[in-house]
């Protein structure tokens, strides 16, 4: 059991992992709301209002693809940066792991939702 705990959290214990994770919560959060409150209200693919029911369902794939790679990100990251990891380094991870995540759903398919069908 030790063997799993060391090759899912590497030297991180849970404590440590939940600690981090809630950092990494933090930076996906706030890049969300910067995206939010640059959304375009006039867009005919978007309520002109905010929807929590569209933007759930708008970004659901987005942030299952988030939460992947944040996880990808904290688990090597000792073993990229031969340092270990800190709570502002982890809203870093999170902050920069949803941004690449939603620049790739801007630009394929796979994350894309058709907002035409989740908007009615």
């Given at each position: 059991m030790e063997e799993l705990k060391q090759m899912l959290l590497a030297d991180y214990s849970i404590a440590q992992f939940l600690g981090y994770l809630f950092f990494m919560?933090?930076?996906?959060?706030?890049?969300?709301?910067?995206?939010?409150?640059n959304r375009n209200v006039d867009s005919k693919e978007t309520p002109q209002k905010?929807?929590?029911?569209?933007?759930y369902r708008d970004n659901l794939k987005r942030y299952i693809g988030t939460l992947i790679?944040?996880?990808v990100l904290f688990r090597?990251?000792?073993e990229l940066t031969g340092n270990s990891l800190d709570e502002f380094t982890a809203f870093l991870l999170g902050f920069s792991g949803d941004g690449v995540v939603g620049l790739n759903k801007k630009s394929t398919k796979l994350l894309k939702q058709k907002?035409?069908?989740?908007?009615k």
């Open positions: 919560l933090l930076g996906v959060a706030y890049y969300s709301f910067l995206e939010i409150r905010f929807s929590w029911k569209f933007w790679t944040i996880y090597f990251f000792p907002r035409t069908k989740i908007t």
